[in-house]
């Protein structure tokens, strides 16, 4: 694609990744054959094709407009299309170029400022956002159905078993929001590594990814995490921690990407990529680390179906690894139709955008549950809350299935 940014801009290292990744698109249109947005409006300007000339306009100096805005807020950022495209165009880094340069440009509406600022303000910090899920929980019941969808019903904390003192250390990036969602992801994680000899801790200095500001189009504010968790890990990781352990899909890309977003940061870069080398979805480490005999038999025949997050698949290239622990431990895996297709969960996405990820997630189980499984597994937490209010079976994060096969040690 021919490009003719301002000189200015291509005095930047934005400017220049941008203009790069526009040169790179040859406008096939291939993107659009998997971009879930697209196969549900029809319009050109909801698939990456359309979205990217939107961008290419702003940055070639045209008038950013609403229209631009509302449809490069419509992407999911589930970046299907990057894995469909047949010319490697990176159009995650583009739409972030584009969102920041359009949020500049382009006022929102008060309520639409005010909608991202509490989820900014509440979302990242589990000590704000803790309390509020216990009283949503409390009132859910008087709750209209719009709003009780979206507040899981009180979860029993089941605490992890301290761990063995083993020589092997990993650290455990404990999320937001997740710890009060679903306590028990981190604790079957804690206990399936103890099982494997691997002790993990979490640094309780440590915070939010980034994920959720970065995609609001708050990236100072996404570079203020990044650095608190750099400095929460880095005395762990001098002393030998091998890998940061990331259990939601959805955190992994983020961390992976520390390094290229503080890279003309002077005084974390070095450190950055070393977080972002040693950064691991949790897929990998189990994957890496399985052993057969830690595990029983599942005992009988549990069919389930695994909904692989875009965040894994599209945005890590991950693909399989859960499925072979699942089917290597004794259960059934179901077909699932277009697999590649986003739930509509997409961080706070279901929230700013519920209509599209309504219909998304109709879609999305309706595939999931067509071969009757008895349960549905995923890898996010945020797919995980997303599906679970509207599933007709349970909706668990796949890690949840290998704890209860470890088996009960003699206490003798």
């Not at 030998?240 to 992994?252: D, F, H, L, P």
Request: net charge neutral; with cysteine; hydrophobic share 40%.
């Amino acid at each position: 694609m021919q490009t003719s940014l301002p000189q200015q801009l291509l005095q930047t290292t934005g400017g220049q990744e941008a203009d790069e990744i526009l040169r790179n698109c040859v406008h096939c249109g291939f993107c659009n054959a998997t971009c879930p947005t697209y196969q549900l409006t029809g319009d050109e300007l909801d698939g990456p094709r359309g979205r990217i000339y939107l961008i290419k306009q702003v940055l070639e100096g045209q008038q950013a407009t609403r229209t631009t805005q509302h449809h490069l807020d419509r992407c999911l950022s589930c970046r299907a299309c990057e894995t469909t495209c047949p010319s490697g165009v990176e159009y995650h880094r583009l739409l972030d170029t584009g969102r920041e340069l359009v949020e500049q440009r382009v006022e929102r509406t008060v309520g639409d400022r005010m909608l991202r600022r509490t989820l900014r303000m509440l979302l990242p910090w589990p000590g704000r956002f803790a309390p509020l899920l216990r009283l949503g929980q409390v009132v859910r019941p008087l709750l209209p159905a719009t709003l009780k969808q979206h507040i899981p019903a009180r979860q029993v904390i089941r605490r992890a078993l301290p761990g063995k003192p083993h020589d092997r250390l990993m650290l455990l990036l404990d999320g937001c929001v997740q710890p009060s969602l679903a306590p028990q992801i981190n604790s079957a994680t804690i206990r399936v590594l103890d099982t494997l000899g691997i002790r993990v801790a979490s640094e309780k200095s440590s915070g939010c990814c980034g994920a959720l500001s970065y995609h609001l189009n708050a990236a100072s504010e996404a570079r203020a995490f990044m650095r608190a968790n750099i400095d929460a890990w880095w005395p762990a990781i001098e002393q030998g921690a091998e890998a940061i352990v990331v259990t939601a899909s959805g955190c992994a890309p983020m961390v992976k990407d520390y390094g290229h977003l503080l890279a003309a940061d002077s005084a974390y870069a070095g450190k950055a990529k070393r977080v972002s080398e040693l950064a691991r979805d949790l897929s990998e480490i189990i994957s890496a680390e399985f052993r057969r005999d830690a595990f029983a038999e599942t005992g009988t025949d549990v069919r389930i179906a695994f909904h692989s997050p875009c965040t894994l698949q599209h945005a890590q290239r991950i693909t399989g690894k859960v499925e072979d622990i699942l089917t290597r431990l004794g259960f059934t895996l179901t077909e699932v139709r277009n697999s590649h297709l986003c739930c509509g969960s997409a961080g706070s996405y279901s929230l700013l955008e519920p209509e599209l990820a309504g219909a998304l997630r109709s879609n999305k189980l309706a595939s999931l549950q067509a071969d009757r499984p008895a349960m549905i597994a995923t890898a996010n937490i945020g797919c995980l809350t997303h599906m679970s209010a509207h599933a007709g079976v349970p909706v668990v994060h796949w890690i949840e299935l290998l704890e209860p096969l470890i088996p009960q040690q003699d206490p003798s």
